[in-house]
């Protein structure tokens, strides 16, 4: 969190962070415990959480129907200092941050293959060439599946589509994250006045890049369910994108059995939250060759020793996570 | 996505569950000396493939059967749909 916090000074660019606020909603007494829970957790690794009674959720957010017959609101968990950030800028500082320090990125130029001799990654085969290298770290999302395949490495993950919406634009009317307990929906007002929200994966194998509509139709009834305000807003544009995901629904962060060649992958659609802590993360691994402390469970044997990281109890269902 | 069910025809792919990789009808034997290493790869290692992809769905909506469905993973196209006993029973899995 302290990351995005310094973000903006570190890079010398706006990422338009802006931490307005998340707020989980709670529609069963089984999910007030399960958010207790959540919450004790955060404030035990130091970040900070909030349970709000449906009552002050009532006030600060006047819009929401707390009295659905099906999914009544019975109140909250609040992460004060989560929020917004803008995905475009935070992508461009980045890079232009990258470049600054020396760091050559070469555009429209496709990894083709990996040079492997004798259990050592050497190098990488690219469109434009080989290029050769100490050290080969792999942080691509979306298609680590047939990038480390070019290595002859299957994965434990599935890629899966994921759609997001953006309405056209309003007044402000949300202030803060909302997500919904009962269903799977987030919303989140962008500055130029638009809606951005999401909801579950399309649920099946995909690199397609766009989704179907049953799902178009499940996110839009979700958010019926808690802001029926909502019903006369017109969708803007949708687009669908291609996840890492994983069977135990956490990330990967390690050396691969080739000497030489780094992974970091499966990070599911909680990747962009991590960018700051996944990036320094992986760092650590690349300079000292052992996990940074945060990291030290993101291991590639952790299905074949059963330490799977599992945040839901649904198995090796990567739709599901 | 519609899928052409062998049995009823045409059906929304929303009256299925997606089952994943059909190579889960293929589960190792317990008794085999790497049963061990066959199950963790058949349990959490898949070939995700872009392109032509083997994969089980369930009829949950309808008449509960599984099918195996040849889909290309990056249009969404569906090249084949047989049900899952036929294929297990060709490959000698099941009488």
């Given at each position: 969190m302290k990351l995005w916090e310094g973000l903006e000074q570190d890079l010398n660019y706006n990422a338009m962070v802006s931490q307005r606020g998340i707020l989980n909603l709670i529609h069963s007494d089984a999910q007030r415990d399960a958010f207790t829970r959540r919450g004790n957790a955060m404030i035990l690794n130091g970040a900070d959480a909030d349970l709000l009674s449906t009552e002050i959720i009532q006030k600060r957010y006047p819009f929401l129907n707390v009295s659905n017959a099906r999914f009544p609101i019975k109140g909250g968990l609040a992460q004060h200092r989560g929020g917004t950030v803008r995905h475009d800028a935070v992508a461009w500082g980045y890079a232009r941050g990258a470049d600054q320090m020396g760091v050559d990125i070469i555009q429209n130029c496709e990894v083709t293959g990996f040079r492997i001799k004798g259990g050592e990654c050497l190098g990488v085969e690219t469109s434009r060439g080989y290029v050769a290298g100490g050290k080969i770290a792999a942080c691509v999302a979306g298609s680590s599946g047939r990038l480390m395949g070019k290595a002859n490495m299957r994965l434990p993950i599935e890629s899966h589509v994921l759609q997001a919406f953006v309405s056209e634009g309003l007044k402000p009317v949300l202030p803060g994250v909302i997500t919904f307990g009962a269903g799977h929906f987030y919303c989140s007002q962008s500055d130029k006045g638009g809606l951005v929200f999401g909801g579950d994966l399309d649920g099946y194998n995909s690199y397609a890049q766009r989704g179907n509509l049953p799902v178009v139709e499940d996110?839009?009834?979700?958010?019926?369910?808690?802001?029926?305000?909502?019903?006369?807003?017109?969708?803007?544009?949708?687009?669908?994108?291609?996840m890492?995901?994983?069977?135990?629904?956490?990330?990967?962060?390690?050396?691969?059995?080739?000497?030489?060649?780094?992974?970091?992958g499966g990070w599911c659609y909680g990747g962009f939250k991590a960018t700051p802590a996944s990036g320094w993360c992986y760092a650590h691994l690349l300079a000292t060759d052992a996990p940074h402390e945060f990291a030290k469970a993101y291991r590639f044997d952790r299905f074949e020793k059963g330490l799977m990281i599992d945040e839901k109890g649904v198995g090796n269902n990567p739709q599901l996570h | 996505?519609?899928?052409?069910?062998?049995?009823?025809?045409?059906?929304?792919?929303?009256?299925?569950?997606?089952?994943?990789?059909?190579?889960?009808?293929?589960?190792?034997?317990?008794?085999?000396?790497?049963?061990?290493?066959?199950?963790?790869?058949?349990?959490?290692?898949?070939?995700?493939?872009?392109?032509?992809?083997?994969?089980?769905?369930?009829?949950?909506?309808?008449?509960?059967?599984?099918?195996?469905?040849?889909?290309?993973?990056?249009?969404?196209e569906i090249f084949s749909v047989e049900l899952a006993s036929d294929v297990a029973r060709i490959q000698g899995r099941i009488a």
């Amino acid at each position: 969190m302290k990351l995005w916090e310094g973000l903006e000074q570190d890079l010398n660019y706006n990422a338009m962070v802006s931490q307005r606020g998340i707020l989980n909603l709670i529609h069963s007494d089984a999910q007030r415990d399960a958010f207790t829970r959540r919450g004790n957790a955060m404030i035990l690794n130091g970040a900070d959480a909030d349970l709000l009674s449906t009552e002050i959720i009532q006030k600060r957010y006047p819009f929401l129907n707390v009295s659905n017959a099906r999914f009544p609101i019975k109140g909250g968990l609040a992460q004060h200092r989560g929020g917004t950030v803008r995905h475009d800028a935070v992508a461009w500082g980045y890079a232009r941050g990258a470049d600054q320090m020396g760091v050559d990125i070469i555009q429209n130029c496709e990894v083709t293959g990996f040079r492997i001799k004798g259990g050592e990654c050497l190098g990488v085969e690219t469109s434009r060439g080989y290029v050769a290298g100490g050290k080969i770290a792999a942080c691509v999302a979306g298609s680590s599946g047939r990038l480390m395949g070019k290595a002859n490495m299957r994965l434990p993950i599935e890629s899966h589509v994921l759609q997001a919406f953006v309405s056209e634009g309003l007044k402000p009317v949300l202030p803060g994250v909302i997500t919904f307990g009962a269903g799977h929906f987030y919303c989140s007002q962008s500055d130029k006045g638009g809606l951005v929200f999401g909801g579950d994966l399309d649920g099946y194998n995909s690199y397609a890049q766009r989704g179907n509509l049953p799902v178009v139709e499940d996110v839009c009834e979700g958010a019926m369910a808690i802001f029926p305000m909502l019903g006369r807003v017109r969708l803007l544009r949708m687009w669908g994108g291609i996840m890492d995901m994983s069977m135990d629904g956490s990330p990967i962060i390690d050396r691969t059995h080739i000497e030489g060649l780094y992974f970091n992958g499966g990070w599911c659609y909680g990747g962009f939250k991590a960018t700051p802590a996944s990036g320094w993360c992986y760092a650590h691994l690349l300079a000292t060759d052992a996990p940074h402390e945060f990291a030290k469970a993101y291991r590639f044997d952790r299905f074949e020793k059963g330490l799977m990281i599992d945040e839901k109890g649904v198995g090796n269902n990567p739709q599901l996570h | 996505m519609i899928i052409n069910h062998p049995l009823l025809g045409p059906r929304d792919s929303a009256e299925f569950t997606y089952m994943g990789d059909a190579k889960q009808i293929d589960r190792p034997d317990w008794q085999s000396p790497n049963a061990l290493a066959q199950f963790i790869d058949y349990a959490y290692m898949r070939d995700n493939p872009a392109g032509a992809h083997r994969e089980l769905w369930y009829h949950e909506q309808g008449d509960r059967s599984f099918l195996v469905v040849t889909r290309d993973t990056t249009t969404h196209e569906i090249f084949s749909v047989e049900l899952a006993s036929d294929v297990a029973r060709i490959q000698g899995r099941i009488a």
